[in-house]
């Protein structure tokens, strides 16, 4: 293939592409992708993938070598969070295939749209416990939006389209393609669909104008409101529209921690965000607001404490959400809106007018200004001090991925975002080892944004091997690690709710990280001191490679202010002092 | 806790009863009985699965269960008036000699006799669930030596207006 990208979008009449011409289900595989607009490719061969690593050699695809598949599926989920297309992750049968079991989760939790292709042993051998079978399709059913299992060349475009469609409309996840070695070898003229059916399938929602009306009333007469908007802002694009109807409106905006970056961080209606770590400001404003309207968020539990009928108690709620299944899921409320969050607020923002928020916003800036986050510089270098380092020298702009745990709080609470799809980090399944590939995805989509990965020490460790392909590839990601020589989350709940018994949360025995890195041929660097962190991270924002910055932190710090589970927003212990 | 009866209509292809099953898993239900079979249209095959819950937990089982691809419809039949038949196949502990008296038992249920054997027979008894328990309570005095039943099938009644499909 010697076509661009660009000529086979599908939307130019499409030339050479070869309809009607013999292909081999591998070959067919990836011009398909070619015809969604695929360009990158994460994946890991195997003896089941053989046929399509073949056709790949001889394919414009660009695809990225993993060093483990559990990276590879980050990595393409990391793409598709930046990008809000869909992430394409390739591996092998049965171990290559349950290595894609975490990132798949991931996806699913956060609704991100992916397409994983699998391969599986001949359907002859398929049932008989042969060398790398595994039922992965059925594996999968709990954690996908949907997958298929390919049992016809012939019907392999077909179920491409539909992946491609189930995985990026809607409510967007990941989509798996199981494909046996024979249908991968097996030929058949090649046909591409110009569109999908699938009878039942809700691929967009527009509320009604009925809905629209319901949702103006239900706040046009507030006095105390407030916006929650979630994830859902972010995956809809709706974040313009979000912006026009706060400053329309003159409504705060609370961002979940799915939803940061879909409102700017430094905005004066901003409220940063709820919950369990969460900002006083935004329990507050939750705990007295008269309204709450939820756009694009689920009311998790991180945010209720599972204590969903004392949530917001003096507010009346109103939802919107693409997924009718959220409305009524964790707390009931008053006005329920099934549609796009960014059609329903196009629809919205004619009929809004300014609420009567003066002296609401004004309470608010006084709790703002009087309960900032917090912490104390002392000897020891600070965690939150690096964060607040790396957004006041990126000034918000740039794509922060992170782990679990700890930093990832502090990330939330201190790396104030100003642009949608900057924040990419597994709320839902929290899953650690996501932060470092998922920023490999995010830098291959975005080339020229500065992509940062902030990780623990730990988390770090269960996706390092990837070093070898930001050397392999320069891609050059900046590795922030927070290290405070334990599993800092965990010692922190020890501490707090197992009276200080410190159980297998010691990571000091862990490699020297900048020496790992030279190892993988990236560049190291160490700071200990506030100093020394300005220094070397001044040098490696500088530097135009892979750089892994390890941050020797203070070892006991905790994220306040805290709600425990079980409490609600009122009970916020604010710090240690 | 209240008994629903739920129709769902689904592709007809591999996988589509573990997709469900499995939903009803996750989300923390059980289910009571499950039938599955052809339906009016080809390739689709309609399940009724009974199960119990409250309201909000039968609402957010059947809108997850709409999410699923290879889900065409879900309907709860127990918001309005339905019909709902069972069969099952008793094999009781009785010679041929009880044949008489048996058959008085078991007529007004409308059930019959299907197979006689030298130590047991069997019964055929079709109806709601409620009338196939009373029998068996009926039956148990002569030893119910085997049970298989199909759990419920339903359909809507005709109704005067359209059908409200929850």
Partial sequence: MILEIAELDGKHGMPNLGFGEELSGSETLLRSLILEGVEYVFGYPGGAVLPIYDSLYSSMLKHVLSRHEQGAIHAADGYARATGKAGVVIATSGPGATNLVTGIATAQMDSVPLVCITGNVFQSLIGTDAFQEANITGITIPITKHNYFVRDVRDLPRIIKEAFYIATTGRPGPVLIDIPKDVSNAKAPFYYPQSVEIRGYQDSLIPSDDDVERFIGAIQHA???????GGGIISAGAHQELLEFAEKTRIPVINTFMGLGGFPGVHELALGMPGMHGSYTANHALLEADCVIALGARFDDRITMGRTKEFAPKARKVHVDIDPAELGKNVSTAVMVAGDVKSTLQKALPLAQACDTADWLKQL??????????YQKGAELKPQEVIEMLFETTQGEAIVTTDVGQHQMWVAQYYKFKHARSLISSGGLGTMGFGFPAAIGAKVAHPDRTVIAVVGDGGFQMTNQELAIVNQYNIPVKVVILNNQCLGMVRQWQETFYDSRYSQIDLTCSPDFVKLAEAYGVKGMRATTSEEAKAVWAEALAYDGPVVIDFRVANMENVWPMVAPGDTLDQMVMGDE | MERHTIAVLVNDCPGVLTRVANLFGQRGCNIDSITVGSSEEAGLSRMIITTSGDDHQINQLMKQLRKLIDIISVTNLSKDPFVSRE??????????????????????????????????????????????????????????????RTGSMAMARSAVSAPVHA
Wanted: charged share 20%.
């Fill in chain 1, 365 to 374: 800036d006084a709790w703002k200004q009087a309960y900032p986050y917090t």
């Fill in chain 1, 223 to 229: 006095k105390r409101p407030v916006i929650m908007a």
């Fill in chain 2, 87 to 148: 069969l099952a196949l008793i094999k009781v502990n009785a010679t041929p000699s009880q044949l008489v008296e048996l058959k008085s038992i078991v007529e007004p249920f409308r059930a019959t006799i299907v197979d006689v054997g030298p130590a047991s027979l069997i019964i055929q008894v079709t109806g709601d669930t409620e009338k196939i328990d009373a029998l068996l309570v009926l039956l148990q005095s002569y030893g119910i030596l085997e049970l298989t």
